[in-house]
């Protein structure tokens, strides 16, 4: 969450830094690029919650079910919890890429949003 908040100041001080209208609507893009890849990273985020906290309690009622002498009931629980491990590790694999994806998608428009100020401070 760091890195988007980050982004999003970079993104608000290439606003504020704008003067043209190229460079102004520059800014905008990066800002909003900034904001989409947050909530696209923090949804990803909250659906690894939700799988990684399916398999602790899918893994605690395998326990519970092997401390009362229920070994298939068990046995059964700890590969569903097993399965919603494997999606939760696949879930963060994700939140990671979609940062990455919005970090690189937001770095170029912040990169636009400098070149439009550099050639508007050139033009004053």
């Known amino acids: 969450m760091r890195l988007n908040k980050l982004l999003i100041v970079t993104a608000m001080f290439a606003a504020l830094a704008a003067c043209s209208n190229n460079t102004q609507q520059a800014a905008a893009d990066a800002a909003a690029k900034a904001k989409a890849a947050a909530e696209a990273t923090k949804a990803a985020a909250q659906q690894t ?41 696949a879930g963060a694999q994700q939140t990671a890429d979609t940062a990455k994806e919005g970090a690189k998608e937001v770095k170029e428009a912040a990169d636009k949003a400098a070149d439009a100020a550099k050639k508007d401070a050139g033009q004053h």
């Open 49 to 89: 919650v939700q799988q990684a906290q399916q398999a602790a309690g899918q893994a605690q009622q395998a326990a519970d079910a092997a401390k009362s002498g229920d070994m298939a009931g068990a046995a059964a629980m700890a590969q569903q919890a097993s399965s919603s491990g494997q999606a939760a590790a």
